[in-house]
Nanobody
Framework: QVQLVESGGGLVQPGGSLRLSCAVSGFAFDNYAISWFRQAPGKERAGVSCISKSGGSRNYANSVKDRFTISRDNHKNTVYLQMNSLRPEDTGVYYC????????????????????WGQGTQVTVSS
């Protein structure tokens, strides 16, 4: 059974930090790129960050560059998103998603390209 389970969300003040985790089971994790998406209230879901199957290629949306860091542990079948200097506009539901990664390269956030999705974790940045 395929599962992607996000955790680590919560309420944090502006300027604070959170680390999200995406624990994967049920498919060959080390053949898949993993991306984080977020859906802010009233907005469409958008890609935030991607990491290729080996971890050698990483990509960030402009709005989170230099604040968020994506990483993966292929022994633990887990991807992490370290989020620092959080802003109210980072508020939303964060989803992880898996895409078969033939070229070991992060190449975009088209939802239809992703094979598996998690249920999401809520992140709220507010004072």
């Amino acid at each position: 059974q395929v599962q992607l389970v996000e955790s680590g969300g919560g309420l944090v003040q502006p300027g604070g930090s959170l680390r999200l985790s995406c624990a994967v089971s049920g498919f060959a994790f080390d053949n898949y790129a993993i991306s984080w998406f977020r859906q802010a209230p009233g907005k469409e879901r958008a890609g935030v960050s991607c990491i290729s199957k080996s971890g050698g290629s990483r990509n960030y949306a402009n709005s989170v560059k230099d604040r968020f860091t994506i990483s993966r542990d292929n022994h633990k079948n887990t991807v992490y998103l370290q989020m620092n200097s959080l802003r109210p506009e980072d508020t939303g539901v964060y989803y992880c998603a898996a895409k078969n990664d033939v070229y070991d390269y992060c190449s975009g956030y088209r939802s239809a390209d992703y094979d598996y999705w998690g249920q999401g974790t809520q992140v709220t940045v507010s004072s």
